[in-house]
């Protein structure tokens, strides 16, 4: 999962980025609004965690900005404010939900597990795609009935193929999800990681290769 963390607080950022990493999420963590904004611009994300007392922007105009722009990412406000009037003037200008200062971070990964499948509309943990099945909490991948065994790097991109079937995904943002916050990828990993798991979900024709773009999962 791809989340975009706005933070300024160093000390605080870095522990939401390593606790979050510690959970199977990918993030990326800016300090600023400008930053925050120009990631949205130009990269896709699964979700965002927002600070409102940001030192360029309120975090509230990047809220309302991103609604007005019809962005549908799911945004979780992460805050000091603590007062129910903060908690419903955000919650009315397009957030999903708002946790306060100091917080429990299996809550806050919980959160925003419930947040992303609730967007992607389904509510429980499987994900069911034809006849394979994944869990996103237990890690569990069955084909067919049968359970398989999978490296880290393959069920996260399963999980990726899987999030939305169909669609074509970009090698970009299936390296993301794959090798997360990894910074040396040889050049033909992914394929290497396709490779693998076409073999062990035992059909090759299951995931699809778009010649210059990235992979579309078609299983029936």
Not at 137 to 165: C, D, H, W, Y
Not at 176 to 190: G, I, P, Y
């Amino acid at each position: 999962m791809q989340v975009l963390l706005v933070e300024d607080d160093s000390l605080l950022g870095q522990a939401v980025q390593l606790g979050l990493a510690d959970r199977e999420f990918s993030v990326h963590w800016v300090r600023t609004g400008a930053a925050a904004i120009s990631e949205l611009n130009h990269h896709q994300y699964d979700a965002m965690v927002l600070d409102l007392g940001l030192p360029d922007l309120e975090g509230s105009r990047i809220l309302a900005g991103s609604r007005k722009r019809g962005l549908v990412l799911p945004i979780l406000i992460l805050t000091a404010r603590d007062q129910a009037h903060d908690k419903v003037t955000h919650l009315d200008l397009g957030a999903d939900d708002y946790m306060t200062k100091p917080f429990d971070m299996n809550e806050l990964a919980a959160r925003l597990r419930a947040l992303v499948r609730r967007q992607r509309g389904y509510v429980s943990s499987d994900l069911v795609v034809g006849a394979l099945k994944l869990n996103t909490n237990t890690r569990e991948v069955e084909a067919e009935g049968q359970t398989i065994n999978l490296s880290r790097r393959e069920f996260e991109l399963l999980k990726a193929l899987m999030s939305a079937p169909e669609r074509v995904h970009s090698r970009d943002r299936l390296e993301s999800a794959v090798f997360q916050a990894e910074t040396e990828v040889e050049s033909n990993a992914l394929e290497v990681h396709v490779s693998n798991l076409r073999k062990k979900l035992g059909h090759k024709e299951w995931i699809e290769t778009i010649r210059g773009v990235g992979y579309r999962l078609t299983c029936k």
